[in-house]
């Protein structure tokens, strides 16, 4: 009789305990709008975790900078308010100097090169550079290769004098725009619209995704086609709040992350060019593209800045991106 008194309300409050278990929160933030290639992978995320650990995981995502900027999304993450994140790798350039290596003009050729790079054991390495400052590297993300887009035409690197740029909060790209005499200005992503609009600055650099999602060709007329960088992201997480998800979840939130990677590639090359066609097709809009030989002064007036940061940057991690330009043979 004793035994099942005291085993009742034991009993009561195991049960009560487990129905009453909360899934676990999961916020992701970033600062582009949903119809783009990051968009697309938070969401895509959260549909995969929501479905394959129902009950266990709630992820919230908050895109367009609705919960953290691109500048304060290190120490949320840092600080466990937020466990997911993608900024842009020009952006851990506040952070690190580590990977500073993907702003380097004309280092790599086309997706496929960063792609092999990353996943070379030197992209391996950068992805776990963070771990020393509580970041744990999930995976990279694909956006696609820069363009310029300005109120006036840039067909030659002698175009960009005194031109006001908006870039990215990253030394390499501010080098990169002082040596062509532009004024590069550092401004957060979800400033850089009302900036075009106010005539604040007169031009920018961004991928064809982000240029559509935010009308940036409404506010600017010519759009040039160098490629000269890449725009990606890295999926970060602090790494002690992973560290002690339990392991079934981690692991099945990795193998989702890879699998949403896969879709990510095979969705910015593929939105790249639908974005790409959609700003052409605006009337107001005049696209220039480099031939072969004005793409390569493109590069000549580029490249010296890779001098600037040669005490920063591994010149084996160089090494291994410009070999990555090489398709591997079958
Ligand atoms: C930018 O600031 O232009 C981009 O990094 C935004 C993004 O996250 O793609």
Redesign the pocket.
């Known amino acids: 009789m004793k035994l099942r008194f005291l085993l009742g309300p034991v009993l009561f409050c195991a049960f009560t305990l487990t129905a009453a278990a909360e899934p676990l929160l999961i916020r992701f933030a970033?600062?582009?709008a949903e119809p783009?290639p990051?968009g697309f992978g938070a969401q895509r995320f959260k549909q995969l975790a929501e479905e394959k650990l129902a009950g266990r995981v709630n992820i919230e995502v908050f895109p367009s900078a609705k919960l953290y900027d691109?500048n304060e999304v290190f120490s949320a993450l840092i600080n466990n308010d937020v466990q997911l994140a993608?900024?842009?790798l020009?952006?851990f350039s506040i952070i690190t100097k580590a990977l500073q290596i993907y702003d380097l003009p004309f280092l790599f050729n086309d997706h496929a090169a960063v792609e092999r790079f990353q996943d070379s054991e030197a992209g391996q390495n950068l992805l776990r550079s963070l771990d020393s400052k509580g970041i744990k590297g999930l995976g990279y993300w694909p956006?696609g290769m820069r363009v310029i887009s300005a109120n006036r035409p840039l067909r030659t690197p002698a175009d960009l004098q005194k031109l006001a740029i908006r870039i990215?909060p990253s030394k390499v790209i501010q080098a990169q725009y002082q040596r062509l005499g532009a004024i590069p200005i550092k401004l957060?992503?979800a400033d850089?619209r009302d900036a075009l609009r106010r005539e604040l600055v007169e031009g920018?650099e961004?991928?064809w995704s982000?240029i559509y999602s935010q009308q940036f060709q409404t506010l600017q007329t010519y759009v040039t086609e160098t490629h000269h960088s890449f725009?990606g992201?890295m999926v970060i997480t602090n790494q002690a709040f992973w560290e002690k998800l339990p392991a079934d979840i981690r692991s099945e939130l990795e193998m989702i992350l890879a699998q949403v990677t896969t879709e990510v590639k095979a969705k910015a090359l593929e939105q790249a060019e639908r974005d790409r066609q959609a700003v052409i097709n605006q009337d107001n809009v005049k696209l220039i593209i480099p031939t072969d030989q004005e793409r390569e002064i493109w590069r000549q007036a580029m490249t010296p800045v890779w001098a600037q940061f040669a005490s920063q940057i591994d010149p084996k991690m160089i090494a291994a991106a410009q070999a990555a330009n090489q398709p591997t043979t079958p």
């Open positions: 970033h600062v582009v783009t990051k691109d993608a900024p842009s020009s952006k956006n990215e957060s992503f850089v920018q961004n991928a982000n725009l992201y």
